[in-house]
T-cell receptor, first 113, second 114 residues
Framework: GAVVSQHPSWVICKSGTSVKIECRSL??????MFWYRQFPKQSLMLMAT?????????EQGVEKDKFLINHASLTLSTLTVTSAHPEDSSFYIC?????????FGQGTRLTVV | DAKTTQPPSMDCAEGRAANLPCNHS???????VYWYRQIHSQGPQYIIH???NNETNEMASLIITEDRKSSTLILPHATLRDTAVYYC???????????????FGKGTLLTVNP
């Protein structure tokens, strides 16, 4: 299957700071990437759809000014959590679409202290 | 959007077949059934998908009923490494035009016991 790589795998940051998470499709081009968030013992919740060369589409209830998404190339999308707070601590997962299948990154564990 | 219903948990003995059911009674004619699994603290892994015919690959088999209102994922010889949450998903159309949005339910936690 295709490979999607996320970086970093985990990060700890202080409240009020910003954190950037990278999502790369290593062996295919992804016009569209998706960002999900998963809290402990819960399912994945779609946050936004990232489209190469255009603005991201955010799901209802997700603050676009807090979760900045940039999809500057066909192989890279970034999610920046701005002014992070402890309640933003979660597991963030991206996926890239290739043909009819979605391939997921390994996830990024964010802890805000 | 078609929703899916899965049992919250199942157990299976190592080496035996694991049969995971999924109900999707409101599925539309052009919607596919996808299965993913998520091992603890990892990203989901694609397993298999189908429209109306049964499908098989190196990981699993997918059996879809004739009326397409339910399906079963079969892991023929479960191993301890198959312990994971299994998600049955019906592909939906995204309002923004990207038609591969996946909506995850709560899935089934499959525990394979030695």
């Amino acid at each position: 299957g295709a490979v999607v790589s996320q970086h970093p795998s985990w990060v700890i940051c202080k409240s009020g700071t910003s954190v950037k998470i990278e999502c790369r499709s290593l062996d295919f081009q992804a016009t569209t990437m998706f960002w999900y968030r998963q809290f402990p013992k819960q399912s994945l919740m779609l946050m936004a759809t990232s489209n190469e060369g255009s603005k991201a589409t955010y799901e209802q209830g997700v603050e676009k000014d807090k979760f900045l998404i940039n999809h500057a190339s066909l192989t890279l999308s970034t999610l920046t959590v701005t002014s992070a707070h402890p309640e933003d601590s979660s597991f963030y997962i991206c996926s890239g679409q290739r043909s009819t299948e979605a391939f997921f990154g390994q996830g990024t564990r964010l802890t805000v202290v | 959007d078609a929703k899916t219903t899965q049992p919250p948990s199942m157990d299976c003995a190592e080496g035996r077949a694991a049969n995971l059911p999924c109900n999707h009674s409101t599925i539309s004619g052009n919607e596919y059934v996808y299965w993913y699994r998520q091992i603890h603290s990892q990203g989901p892994q694609y397993i298999i998908h189908g429209l109306k015919n049964n499908e098989t690959n190196e990981m699993a088999s997918l059996i879809i009923t004739e009326d397409r209102k339910s399906s079963t994922l079969i892991l023929p010889h479960a191993t301890l490494r198959d312990t994971a949450v299994y998600y049955c998903i019906v592909r939906v159309l995204h309002s923004g035009g990207s038609n591969y949005k996946l909506t995850f339910g709560k899935g089934t936690l499959l525990t394979v016991n030695p």
